[in-house]
C-alpha cells in the first residue's frame, strides 16, 4: 500500500470529555497517520472542543441548538458539516464515533484490502463482542471516488448509513465487514438508547425497504441486546407507513438482495446463544 494514501476522519461530539481523548491518542498512533481530523461539536458544555484542539484536530462548532439526536434523520446534518470540510484529494475517509478505540494499524490494514480490490469501497473493522454483517456506522472507512459520486453527504432521512451501503450495492459496488479487525468501544452501542429510539431503526429499515425476514434476524439481535420492548417498538416503527421512503429503485434494490447466507444465520444464531 502507498504511504501517500491521504485519509480524513470526521468525529461528531457531544459531551465526550470522557471518552475522546482515548479515541484521538489512538487515531493519532496509528500507522497511516490520518491527513485531516475533523471534530463535530453538537452543543458540548463540556472540555470537549478543549481535548479536540490539544490533539490538533479541527473544530467547528454545529450552529443549531438541538436535543440528542441519535437514531434521528436530523444526526446527518451534524455529520455532514464535518462532510463539507473535508478536503476533496483524499483517497479515503472515515467516519468515527467519539468513543471507539482503533487498534494501531486499523487504517494501513484495511486500506490495504481496499487497495487490491476496485470493486470495494466501504469496509469497517469489527466490535469486541457485538455482532454485525455490514460495515459498522463507526469505523467505517470511505473510498473518497465513491463518495464524491453520490454526493459526499449523507440524505437527512431514516437509515442514512444504511442508505450508503445500498446505493454502493446498487451501483455494482461492493462493501465489507472484517470480523479479524477488532476495535473496542468505552460505551456499550445502544446502551443507553431507549425503546422508542429502537422504533426509529424500525422505520429507517421502512424507508429503504427492508424485507420482514432480514427485520424479524434484527430484532432478535435487538431483544438479546435491549430487552422485549425494544424489540416490540423496533418492529413497530418497521410496520407503519408514516415515514419518507427512499427512491422506488433503490428500494426494490435492497428488496431483492437483502438475503442471509448460511454463515450469517450460523453466526446469528452463536450470537444469540451467548
Known amino acids: 500500500m502507498s504511504s501517500k494514501q491521504k485519509i480524513g476522519v470526521v468525529i461528531p461530539a457531544r459531551n465526550e470529555q470522557h471518552n475522546l481523548k482515548y479515541t484521538l491518542d489512538a487515531l493519532m498512533i496509528q500507522s497511516v497517520k490520518p491527513y485531516q481530523v475533523i471534530v463535530v461539536n453538537d452543543g458540548s458544555t463540556d472540555k470537549t472542543v478543549e481535548i479536540a ?24 446534518k451534524v455529520k455532514n458539516l464535518g462532510f463539507d470540510l473535508l478536503h476533496h484529494d ?8 467519539a468513543d471507539h478505540i482503533l487498534p494501531p494499524d486499523y487504517i494501513e490494514k484495511i486500506i490495504e484490502r481496499m487497495e487490491k480490490d476496485p470493486k470495494l469501497v466501504v469496509a469497517s473493522g469489527s466490535i469486541q463482542k457485538e455482532w454485525s454483517i455490514i460495515p459498522r456506522g463507526s469505523g467505517r472507512i470511505v473510498k473518497n471516488s465513491f463518495w464524491l459520486l453520490i454526493g459526499a453527504r449523507y440524505p437527512v432521512n431514516w437509515g442514512y448509513e ?11 459496488y461492493t462493501v465489507a465487514h472484517f470480523d479479524d479487525i ?40 435487538i431483544i438479546k441486546r435491549a430487552g422485549l420492548a425494544s424489540g416490540w417498538q423496533f418492529n413497530k416503527g418497521y410496520i407503519q407507513n408514516k415515514t419518507d421512503f427512499y427512491d422506488d429503485e433503490l428500494r426494490a434494490f435492497v428488496k431483492s438482495k437483502q438475503q442471509f447466507s448460511f454463515k450469517h444465520i450460523k453466526n446469528l444464531i ?4 451467548h
Open 90 to 97: 483524499l483517497d479515503y475517509m472515515m467516519i468515527l464515533g
Open 270 to 273: 452463536n450470537y444469540l446463544r
Open 182 to 221: 477488532v476495535t473496542t468501544v468505552l460505551r456499550k452501542t445502544a446502551v443507553t438508547y431507549k425503546p422508542i429510539m429502537y422504533y426509529h431503526y424500525g422505520k429507517a429499515m421502512k424507508a429503504l425497504g427492508s424485507q420482514w425476514f432480514y427485520v424479524l434476524g434484527r430484532s432478535l439481535i
Open 162 to 172: 444504511s442508505w450508503m451501503i445500498s446505493k454502493a450495492n446498487q451501483l455494482g
Open 53 to 76: 484542539k490539544q490533539h490538533g484536530c479541527d473544530v467547528i462548532d454545529f450552529p443549531e441548538a438541538h436535543d440528542n439526536w441519535v437514531t434521528l434523520p436530523d444526526l446527518a
